[in-house]
C-alpha cells in the first residue's frame, strides 16, 4: 500500500512539475506580448525611465492617437487582411489536392516534388527580390495588392503542402477503401470522408500561411509603392528613424493593433484545431 | 501542372481585377506631369512638414504635381536598390549622402550639376556641396545635417564644479577625459560605480568613430587621383586613432565609460542619463527630441560641442539629401520641387520638424534655430565646424564598415583586441575590400 502512495506521491509530482514547467513557457510565451501592451500604454516618460515597471504608472491612449494620426494604421490593416486572407485561402485550396494526389499516387512526380518542396525553402529572399520583381514587372503587378497575393501564395504554397501531406498521410486508406465498397464514388469519399477529417490540417495550415503573408515585410516593402496599397508590416516600420532610433510608444500602440487580428484569427480557428478525430475510426 | 497554373493565373488575374490596383507606368495625364517624392520623414512633425509643403507645392504648379510616397530609413537601401534595378525607382529620392556613393556610380542617380539654380547653389556652402559630389558630378541636394553633440545633465556637471564648454570654448579630449574622472562616482561606498562620466553606445560605432577622429586631424581614406580614376585608400596613424584610443581608455582603464553602454544605441542610453547613471551622452543632435520628451520633469539638461582636438571642434556628417533618379523624364520638373523644397524657409521648416540643422546659409538664420531652449543654439554654432564625413563618395565603403569596421572596432572598444588588431583590419584586409570596388 505504501508502494502504490509513493507512486501516486512520484506522479502526483511529476505532474505539478509538467504544470509548472508549461507555465513557465507560457509565460515566457507571452512576455513579448504583454510588455508589448503595457509599453502602448505608458507615457513617454514613463518609457524613458531606468525602472520599467510591468503596468504604466499613468496610462495613456497618447500613443493611439500619435499611432492613428501620423499613419493610415487601418487603411493598411485592410490591406493586410485582404492579402493575408487570400494567399492563405488561395495557398490552402491549391495545396489540399496536390498534397492528396502526392501521398496517394506515388510515383517519381511526386517524389520530385517532394524534393522540390524541401529546395525551394532553401533560397532567402534577397536572391530572388530583383528577379521576381522584374517578372512582377512584365505582368503589370508590381505596386498591386493581386500581384503581391500571387507572390505570397506562391511563397507560402510549399510549406502548405508539406504540412498537408502529414495530414493525409495520417487518415487511413482503409477508411476510404470501406466507402468506396459502399458504393461512394471518389468524389463522395474525398468531400465525406477525407475531407472533415482533414480539417484540423486545413486549420492549421490556414493558420500559417495567414500569419506568414500576415507578418511578411520584405517582398511587401518592394512590390508596394503607393501608400494606399501598403500593408502593415510595412507601415510599422515608419515609426523608426535613422540609427534605429524608435517612436517607442506609438510604435507600440500600431504594433498591439497590428497583432489583434491575428490574434482573432486564431481565436476563430482554434476550435477547430481538435485532434483525435480519427480515434476509432479505424478497429485494430 | 498545367491546370495548377492555370489555376493560379486565374485566381490571380481575379485577385487583380478586385483590388483594382494594378500598377500603370503612366505618369502623365492631361499635360500634366506627376512625380513620386519618396521622404523618409518619420516624426510627425516631419511628416506634417513634408505633406504640407508638397500640397502647396503642387496648388502653386497646377502643371506638376508631387505625390508623397513614404519610406523607412530601417530598409531605404534595399528598397530604392531594387526599385533602381526593376526601373521603377521614384521620381525624387530622399536620402542621405553615404547611402548615395552606390547609387551615383551605378548610374541610378541623376547628375544635377546643369540643372541647379544658381541661388541654391549659393545658399548652400561648399563643405555641404563637397558631400554630394562624386564621380565627377552632383547627385543630391544635402539639405539637413546634424552633429554628434554631447548631451549632458547639467546638475551633475555644477555639483562637481565643472566649467560648462561652448562652440567657442570648448573642451579638449584631454580635459573631457579628467572631466569624465571627476564625474564617475562610486555613491554609496560599495566599491561598484553607482555613476559614470560618459556613456558611448557603440552599437553602431563606425561612423561616430570615423567622423570624431576629424577633430584629431584624422583622415582615414584618402582619395588619390591617377590616370584610372579616384582611388580610395585607408589610413590609420596617431591622429586617426586618438579618440578611439581614448573611448578605449574610458572603457577598459579608467572604468569612466561602462562596458555594457558599448553594446546599446544611442537612444538606449537615455533611461541610465535620466536616472543620473551616466552623466553624459554622446548623440546626435535630433535625439534632443527624445530627450525633451522622455526626461522627468525636474530634469535639467545641456547640449554642448564635442571636444576639441588638435583641428578644434571639427566633425564629419553625412547630410540628407534630395535626389533625381536617373530614370525619370521629368528630371527639369524634379529639380523645381528640390529647388522648392530648398527655399530658405522650407529648409528651415523642415530641419525644425526633424529636430536637424538646415545646411543652407538663410535657413540657418531662422530664429528658432539660433534660439537657446534645446540646445538650438549650441548646435547652430557647431555647424561651422562641419565638413563631409571621410566616408563620403568611398566606394565600397558599406562592405568596409559592415564586414570589417564594425567587429574590429567593437573588438577594440570591448578591450578584446589592441590597436594593431584594430589598425590591421582597418587598413590591412580593409583595403583589400576597397581594391576590388576600384578595378
Redesign the interface.
Known amino acids: 500500500m505504501s508502494t502504490v502512495g509513493t507512486l501516486r506521491a512520484k506522479r502526483a509530482a511529476g505532474h505539478t512539475g509538467q504544470y509548472l514547467a508549461l507555465l513557465a513557457y507560457l509565460v515566457f510565451l507571452a512576455f513579448p506580448l504583454l510588455w508589448l501592451v503595457s509599453t502602448a500604454f505608458k507615457p513617454?516618460?514613463e518609457?524613458?525611465?531606468?525602472?520599467p515597471t510591468w503596468l504604466p504608472k499613468d496610462w495613456t491612449l497618447e500613443n493611439f492617437r500619435?499611432a492613428f494620426?501620423?499613419?493610415p494604421l487601418l487603411h493598411s490593416a485592410l490591406n493586410s487582411l485582404?492579402v493575408a486572407v487570400?494567399a492563405a485561402v488561395?495557398a490552402v485550396a491549391?495545396a489540399i489536392p496536390?498534397a492528396y494526389a502526392m501521398v496517394r499516387y506515388k510515383s517519381k512526380v511526386s517524389t520530385a516534388g517532394t524534393a522540390w518542396i524541401l529546395v525551394s525553402q532553401m533560397f532567402p529572399f534577397?536572391l530572388i527580390?530583383?528577379p521576381l520583381?522584374?517578372v512582377l514587372?512584365n505582368l503589370?503587378?508590381?505596386?498591386?495588392?493581386?500581384?503581391l497575393?500571387?507572390v505570397y501564395?506562391?511563397w507560402n504554397l510549399p510549406f502548405s503542402l508539406w504540412m498537408l501531406q502529414g495530414y493525409v498521410k495520417a487518415v487511413p486508406i482503409s477508411l476510404e477503401e470501406a466507402a468506396a465498397v459502399d458504393g461512394a464514388s471518389r468524389f463522395r469519399t474525398l468531400v465525406s470522408v477525407v475531407f472533415p477529417l482533414l480539417t484540423p490540417g486545413l486549420v492549421a495550415t490556414l493558420m500559417f500561411s495567414f500569419v506568414t503573408a500576415w507578418n511578411e515585410f520584405?517582398f511587401a516593402?518592394?512590390l508596394l509603392?503607393?501608400?494606399?496599397?501598403?500593408t502593415m508590416s510595412?507601415i510599422l516600420?515608419?515609426?523608426?528613424?535613422?540609427?534605429?532610433?524608435?517612436?517607442l510608444g506609438p510604435l507600440a500602440a500600431a504594433s498591439v493593433i497590428a497583432t489583434i487580428p491575428s490574434l482573432l484569427f486564431f481565436a476563430l480557428l482554434q476550435r477547430r484545431l481538435v485532434s483525435g478525430m480519427l480515434a476509432g475510426a479505424v478497429k485494430g | 501542372m498545367r491546370r495548377?497554373l492555370t489555376?493560379?493565373a486565374a485566381?490571380?488575374?481575379a485577385?487583380?481585377?478586385?483590388?483594382g490596383?494594378?500598377?500603370?507606368g503612366d505618369d502623365t495625364a492631361g499635360g500634366k506631369v506627376t512625380l513620386?517624392y519618396l521622404s523618409?520623414a518619420?516624426?510627425?512633425e516631419s511628416?506634417d512638414a513634408n505633406k504640407k509643403l508638397v500640397a502647396q507645392f503642387n496648388k502653386e504648379h497646377p502643371n506638376v504635381q508631387v505625390k508623397?510616397?513614404?519610406g523607412?530609413?530601417?530598409?531605404i537601401h534595399?528598397?530604392l536598390l531594387?526599385?533602381f534595378?526593376?526601373?521603377?525607382a521614384?521620381d525624387i529620392i530622399h536620402d542621405?549622402a553615404y547611402d548615395l556613393t552606390d547609387f551615383a556610380y551605378g548610374g541610378y542617380l541623376a547628375d544635377m550639376t546643369e540643372l541647379l539654380p544658381a541661388d541654391l547653389k549659393q545658399d548652400i556652402p561648399k563643405p555641404s556641396w563637397d558631400s554630394v559630389s562624386m564621380n565627377g558630378g552632383v547627385y543630391g541636394v544635402p539639405f539637413l545635417q546634424e552633429p554628434r553633440m554631447m548631451i549632458a545633465n547639467t546638475k551633475l556637471l555644477k555639483a562637481a564644479g565643472i566649467r560648462i564648454p561652448t562652440p567657442d570654448k570648448p573642451w579638449t579630449w584631454d580635459e573631457f577625459e579628467d572631466i569624465s574622472k571627476k564625474l564617475t562616482k562610486d555613491k554609496n561606498g560599495d566599491g561598484s560605480t553607482d555613476q559614470y562620466g560618459v556613456a558611448w553606445g557603440m552599437?553602431?560605432p563606425v561612423n561616430q568613430s570615423v567622423n570624431l577622429s576629424l577633430s584629431t586631424g584624422g583622415e582615414i581614406f584618402t582619395k588619390d587621383k591617377t590616370d584610372d580614376g579616384v582611388k580610395n585608400k585607408v589610413h590609420y596613424g596617431p591622429d586617426e586613432s586618438a579618440v578611439a584610443q581614448l573611448i578605449n581608455r574610458q572603457v577598459n582603464k579608467d572604468h569612466t565609460s561602462p562596458k555594457s553602454g558599448l553594446s546599446m544605441?544611442?537612444?538606449d542610453t537615455?533611461?541610465?542619463f535620466?536616472?543620473g547613471?551616466y552623466a553624459m551622452v554622446p548623440l546626435?543632435f535630433?535625439?534632443r527630441q527624445?530627450v525633451a520628451?522622455?526626461?522627468?520633469?525636474d530634469f535639467d539638461w545641456e547640449v554642448l560641442p564635442m571636444p576639441a582636438g588638435k583641428d578644434g571642434i571639427t566633425q564629419g556628417v553625412s547630410p540628407q539629401t534630395l535626389s533625381i533618379s536617373e530614370d525619370t523624364e521629368h528630371k527639369k520638373a524634379a529639380m523645381d520641387f528640390i529647388a522648392y523644397m530648398s527655399e530658405p524657409d522650407h529648409m528651415a521648416e523642415l530641419a525644425k520638424g526633424d529636430w536637424m540643422l538646415p545646411t543652407g546659409k538663410e535657413a540657418m538664420k531662422d530664429p528658432a534655430i539660433n534660439r537657446e531652449k534645446y540646445g538650438w543654439g549650441a548646435g547652430a554654432a557647431v555647424s561651422k565646424s562641419l565638413k563631409p564625413s571621410p566616408m563620403l563618395g568611398v566606394r565600397g565603403y558599406p562592405e568596409w564598415s559592415d564586414k570589417l569596421a564594425t567587429p574590429a572596432y567593437q573588438r577594440f572598444y570591448n578591450g578584446d583586441t589592441d590597436l594593431e588588431g584594430l589598425r590591421k583590419s582597418l587598413v590591412e584586409d580593409g583595403q583589400r575590400v576597397l581594391n576590388r570596388y576600384q578595378r
Open positions: 513617454a516618460k518609457l524613458g525611465s531606468i525602472d500619435v494620426d501620423s499613419q485582404i487570400s488561395i491549391i496536390a534577397v527580390i530583383i520583381f522584374l514587372k503589370h503587378l508590381i505596386n498591386s495588392i493581386g500581384g497575393i500571387i501564395v506562391v520584405f516593402l518592394v509603392k503607393s501608400p494606399e496599397n501598403q510595412v516600420t515608419r515609426f523608426l528613424g535613422a540609427e534605429g532610433v524608435a517612436d | 495548377k489555376t493560379l485566381g490571380a488575374a485577385l487583380t481585377l478586385l483590388a490596383c494594378g500598377g500603370n513620386d523618409l518619420w516624426q510627425k511628416i508623397y510616397v513614404q523607412s530609413w530601417d530598409n534595399d528598397q531594387t526599385s534595378e526593376g526601373g521603377e521614384p542621405e552599437n553602431e544605441k544611442g537612444s537615455l533611461p541610465g535620466f536616472a547613471r546626435n535630433s535625439f527624445q520628451q522622455q526626461a522627468p520633469d
